[in-house]
Nanobody, 129 residues
């Protein structure tokens, strides 16, 4: 059974930083793709960052490019999201995802929630102005 457990969320002021962690069990993160998605109240879930864990290729949403960094630690079977220069609009529940299922390998597909089959329970990030 695949389990993804997120941690590291919290409340910060604008301009601050947080690092989210996603520890996987029952699944080897180095074997596929993993990503971070977020959902703000009243909005659809959206892709934030995805990494091809076997090769380090990354994809980012335009809104976080240059501020967020996704990385992995295969020995710990963990994926991270370093978030810097946080803005109030980054406030959302952040979810870890794994088990990429396509249907293709376009950037837009990687950042689509429908492309992933395994999900964590989420960790809340709140950024105040």
């Amino acid at each position: 059974q695949v389990q993804l457990v997120e941690s590291g969320g919290g409340s910060v002021q604008a301009g601050g930083s947080l690092r989210l962690s996603c520890e996987a069990s029952g699944y080897t993160v180095s074997s596929n793709y993993a990503g971070w998605f977020r959902q703000a109240p009243g909005k659809e879930r959206e892709g934030v960052a995805v990494i091809r864990t076997g090769g380090g290729i990354t994809y980012y949403a335009d809104s976080v490019q240059g501020r967020f960094t996704i990385s992995q630690d295969n020995a710990k079977n963990t994926v991270y999201l370093q978030m810097n220069s946080l803005k109030p609009e980054d406030t959302a529940m952040y979810y870890c995802a794994a088990g990429f299922r396509g249907p293709d390998y376009r950037r837009s597909t990687f950042l689509s929630p429908a492309a992933f089959s395994h999900w964590g329970q989420g960790t809340q990030v709140t950024v105040s102005s």
